[in-house]
Antibody, heavy 119, light 113 residues
Framework: QMQLQESGPGLVKPSETLSLTCTVS???????WSWIRQPPGKGLEWIGY??????NYNPSLKSRVTVLVDTSKNQFSLRLISMTTADTAMYYC???????????????WGQGTMVTVSS | DIVMTQSPDSLAVSLGERATINCKSS????????????LSWYQQKPGQPPKLLIY???TRESGVPNRFSGSGSGTDFTLTIDSLQAEDVAVYYC?????????FGQGTRVEIK
């Protein structure tokens, strides 16, 4: 059973950069891999995906987001610059489908990592 | 972006009764080339990530109890929980994956009456 595990700092200062990593047991081949976030008590927002070397980002965050992949480590990562308190959220990594049309169909999720933006 | 709107925001149902959640998309999520609706339903319990229940609007994910069912097409969809159990207390989200960004409804909280 494939598992995803997020890791990274729980606290980030305003204006700093967030870096998170998702480690995938079972490999990264063939699937679209996404980051999704959920502010406390609120709904879910897709951040972006990576598929091999191809990325796609939510236009609302595109200017601040980078998603990278390291296939040798079975990991993909999220980089979000210029953090503000509005970026405080639970950050999830998730597996999408195997085609671009199913890239945002998420069947496996990590447990999530809470990121707080505060000075 | 496609806007997903769920109703109601919350509902309380007696154990063993039926719960019905509606979801409406701002544009059709039916892909004409394969006649599939690009619509999923998720269940999220406190402190847990969302869990996929239903995809293609009506296909249950493996291991999901058959009291959960999805229906609808185009822009209007329904998640039905027959014979509500205590473990079904959760927030339920619909999500379209017809186009990026994949967007979620605001969630419907289901509680026991």
């Amino acid at each position: 059973q494939m598992q995803l595990q997020e890791s990274g700092p729980g606290l980030v200062k305003p204006s700093e950069t967030l870096s998170l990593t998702c480690t995938v047991s079972g490999g990264l081949s063939n699937y679209y891999w996404s980051w999704i976030r959920q502010p406390p008590g609120k709904g879910l927002e897709w951040i972006g995906y990576i598929y091999y070397g191809t990325t796609n980002y939510n236009p609302s965050l595109k200017s601040r987001v980078t998603v990278l992949v390291d296939t040798s480590k079975n990991q993909f990562s999220l980089r979000l610059i210029s953090m503000t308190t509005a970026d405080t959220a639970m950050y999830y990594c998730a597996r999408g489908g195997t085609t671009v049309k199913t890239s945002n169909a998420f069947d496996i999720w990590g447990q999530g990592t809470m990121v707080t933006v505060s000075s | 972006d496609i806007v997903m709107t769920q109703s109601p925001d919350s509902l309380a149902v007696s154990l063993g009764e039926r719960a019905t959640i509606n979801c409406k998309s701002s544009q059709s999520v039916l892909y004409s080339s394969n006649n599939l609706n690009y619509l999923s339903w998720y269940q999220q319990k406190p402190g847990q990530p969302p869990k996929l229940l239903i995809y293609w609007a009506s296909t249950r994910e493996s291991g999901v109890p058959n009291r959960f069912s999805g229906s609808g097409s185009g822009t209007d969809f329904t998640l039905t929980i027959d014979s509500l159990q205590a473990e079904d207390v959760a927030v339920y989200y619909c999500q379209q994956f017809y186009s990026t960004p994949g967007t979620f409804g605001q969630g419907t909280r289901v509680e026991i009456k």
